[in-house]
């Protein structure tokens, strides 16, 4: 699997490389979509025959190995790899992603107690504009549109 994953990485950076994308981009859109298209049709498939909270459970544990995925080679990198320098993050939004995947499980639990523990179709509507808003946030400022990021590709 990690071949596929490395495939996949090498593709979208050589993608970016030639579109002038930078790599932060193209892994907030496509190699996100790529990650998160299977937890969807599974939540959706239990969501379906009744098991809300399983899906509820997906959708949750989803966010929460996202979040430990985040950090856990940085750790083991500057724990075990290299322990005399800090890791070198290619992306000027990192804290606003981060706190906005955590706010998302919080926003999560809200708006489904909101929706009397029921997951509906206006549930999906506003999960759906509420994640086109973050992604259009977050490719702004990792283009430099917003913010004062200087844009930096795979090579830099």
Do not use: Q
Request: charged residues 10%; contains cysteine.
């Amino acid at each position: 699997m990690s071949c596929v994953s490395d495939c996949m990485f090498s593709v979208l950076c050589v993608t970016g490389e030639t579109l002038g994308i930078p790599d932060t981009v193209m892994g907030l859109t496509l190699l996100a979509a790529g990650t998160s298209i299977p937890d969807t049709v599974a939540s959706v498939m239990v969501a379906r025959e009744g098991k809300a909270d399983m899906a509820m459970s997906n959708i949750v544990g989803s966010n929460v190995f996202d979040m430990l995925c985040l950090g856990l080679p940085w750790f083991i990198k500057t724990v075990f790899v290299d322990t005399v320098n800090p890791v070198e993050v290619n992306s000027s939004g990192l804290v606003f992603i981060s706190a906005t995947l955590l706010l998302s499980i919080v926003f999560l639990f809200v708006a489904v107690h909101i929706n009397g523990w029921k997951l509906d179709w206006k549930l999906g509507i506003v999960s759906l504009f509420c994640y086109a808003v973050f992604a259009t946030l977050a490719i702004l400022y990792e283009l430099g549109i917003i913010g004062n990021n200087p844009v930096r590709l795979c090579s830099d």
